[in-house]
């Protein structure tokens, strides 16, 4: 193959090369070998006859004056039904142990959605899993934030969702780990494995011990996972992206070492572009739908932070996970107070719907004013309207539970999934005074009240 460009220097994160032809582009890949390893280099800017590129490994052991030759796929990942039960890195080579047997890559850039193929009127995803399908429905190609730290729960309600949607769509996931830890990756996979949710899925991992350019590409390849199914197979996929903060940090190592000048925050001028080619690729088409649960890191707890409010303005709810409910040993523990979702409208899920949730918020945040007076003055001192408040909101709370076919191993419950009807129907009964005389005790863990 002929030599394009030559290295005239190297950083950590930085390589130049003279350019020894003119058809070389920004996103090209470009190579050398030896010693049986491939060593790649991504072009991102391209000054006259000179190049910057990021290297997607180590730079140690690369000298100057190597040859380069290009690739001509560029950055790509397998585009067929293999990908499915596989562990990939950002660059598209299987880290599993397993074995592709028949490649047919793809680029990872290559697709970009018009507006012509949008479709905006997406149909109802309903998970089975009663506190996200009240307070915060989904809607196929809907973009979720997921919040939450560790031990509160999100990788069972992860697996959880995954689980369910199969079971009714027959449609299958991809996750994204960007930045993660090598561990929780590897926790993952074996979790998935267990559950005989491994075959139902595919992986990409971009880890935090690896350079910025790894971390900053594994988005692209798991959308290019995700799109295969949905373009390909027709499918309704769920996409989870843990974490989408990182990608931008990486954007933004990336950029300093380019020495771009940053916006406020340290953050790269090209953060709007960069965050907006990423969510305009997930979205739902007229064969299929990209439905993604994005985790946002918050960077000393500041909603305000630019990298955090411009992921925000794509998203269309999210769903928080909580320390102080999963203290309490009710699971799932999300947060109904800081869960949202633009699903919840008279005219997307009807008044009846709305008009429940409403209710039941106003129920629940006046029974934690009511625990307050209580703790001070004891429940006799509360009116007796209060009272029916105070014990109505603490089924409602109770009932919010859910047993998880995933965790069916350790809590020894049989997992339930309920029809939204039913958990109207429910709500409903229990804010009209039909369960007044029932034990909080039994709304515990359990699936619809009719069973």
């Known amino acids: 193959m002929d030599k394009v460009a030559r290295i005239i ?6 390589v130049k090369v003279l350019l020894l032809e003119e058809n070389i582009h920004i996103r090209d890949v470009l190579f050398f070998e030896k010693e049986g390893k491939r060593h790649r280099f991504e072009v991102v800017e391209i000054h006259q006859d000179t190049a910057y590129t990021v290297p997607f490994e180590s730079v140690h052991g690369i000298k100057k004056g190597i040859l380069l030759e290009k690739e001509e796929e560029g950055l790509a990942i397998q585009y067929s039904d293999e990908i499915l039960g ?3 890195n950002s660059y598209g080579d299987l880290i599993d142990s397993k074995k592709i047997k028949k490649p047919n890559k793809k680029n990872v850039y290559e697709r970009n959605i018009t507006i012509k193929e949008i479709n905006i009127k997406g149909e109802e995803l309903w998970t089975g899993i009663k506190v996200i399908d009240f307070f915060a429905p989904l809607q196929k190609g809907y973009k979720m934030g997921l919040l939450g ?12 969702i995954i689980n369910n949607v199969y079971k009714k769509f027959k449609s299958n996931a991809v996750f994204i780990g960007i930045g993660e830890r090598s561990r929780e990756g590897k926790e993952l996979y074996d979790e998935m494995k267990e559950d005989d949710l491994l075959d139902k899925m595919s992986m990409v991992f971009g880890q935090m011990g690896e350079n910025p350019c790894s971390r900053s590409k594994a988005i692209y390849s798991g959308l290019t996972l995700a799109e295969y199914l949905r373009d390909q197979k027709n499918q309704d996929v769920l996409l989870f992206i843990d974490n989408i903060y990182r990608f931008v940090q990486a954007k933004s190592e990336i950029s300093t070492e380019l020495k771009r000048i940053p916006i406020e925050n340290g953050y790269p001028t090209t953060m709007i572009t960069d965050i907006s080619e990423i969510e305009e690729r997930i979205n739902s088409t007229q064969n299929g739908s ?4 994005q985790a946002i890191y918050i960077p000393a707890d500041d909603l305000t932070d630019d990298a955090v409010q411009a992921i925000s303005t794509h998203l269309d709810g999210q769903i928080v ?11 799932p523990a999300i947060n109904v107070f800081e869960s949202h979702s633009n699903a919840i409208d008279p005219e ?4 009846k719907h709305y008009e429940l949730v409403q209710e039941t918020l106003k129920y629940l945040a006046r029974y934690q004013e009511l625990e307050e007076i209580i703790a001070v003055l004891g429940i006799d001192e509360l009116s007796e309207e209060d009272k029916l408040i105070f014990y109505r909101a603490r089924k409602l709370r109770n009932y919010f539970t859910q047993p998880m076919f995933v965790s069916e191993n350790y ?10 009807k039913d958990t109207l129907k429910d709500v409903e009964d229990i804010l009209n005074g039909k369960y007044d005389d029932t ?13």
């Open 9 to 14: 220097s190297i950083s950590d994160i930085n």
């Open 86 to 88: 596989k562990m990939f």
């Open 149 to 160: 730290g560790a031990g509160v729960g999100k990788t069972v309600l992860i697996k959880e």
């Open 290 to 293: 990209i439905t993604s649960f």
């Open 321 to 331: 996970l909580d320390r102080k409910i999963a203290e309490k040993g009710l699971y």
């Open 348 to 351: 997307k899920v009807g008044r």
């Open 411 to 420: 809590t020894g419950l049989k997992g339930k999934m309920v029809d939204i």
């Open 439 to 451: 034990d909080e005790g039994e709304f515990l863990y359990r699936g619809s009240l009719n069973e």
